[in-house]
């Protein structure tokens, strides 16, 4: 009966042991990091604009390099396209515009949720090679802005001949 009750007792604790789960004090770390990250991200979505309208939000930006030249783009909902300001100095360049804020809400209506961001917003970046400055082309359409900007003949790639001497 002791040998049976021993054998039992084995296979619960293999049993326990098998479904337990090492404690990883990492793991947890990083979960709480994901949720907190998440919680301001939301609060900052939610907020931005709306708090100081000298406050300046930062524009998301793709930029491409290719052997002649950089294409950028950004997307500018809403913005107008004379309301859109394009600089290049010194390889720096910089995109300010200004998304207009939504309509006031009606009398008996009421906001359960408003993440769409507003206000003025500027992004720079420089540029690791020169640009023509003269050769940039800027498009937009759909609330998408496209940049095109040619590098300088310097700073284009080049191919050089290797001359084979006899001795």
Known sequence: MKQRHKKTVRLLEEKIMSTLIRWNPVREISA?????NSMIEDRTRAIRGTVDDTATG???LDVIETGIGYTVTTTLPGVNADDIKINLH???LTITA????PADQKEGERVLLRER???KFSRSVRLPNAVKGDGVEANYQDGVLHLTLPKTENAQPRTIPVKATKA
């Open 117 to 119: 961001t507003w206000g």
């Open 58 to 60: 930062t524009l998301a």
């Open 90 to 92: 010194e390889d720096v």
């Open 98 to 101: 200004e998304i207009p804020q």
């Open 32 to 36: 709480m990091e994901r949720m907190l």
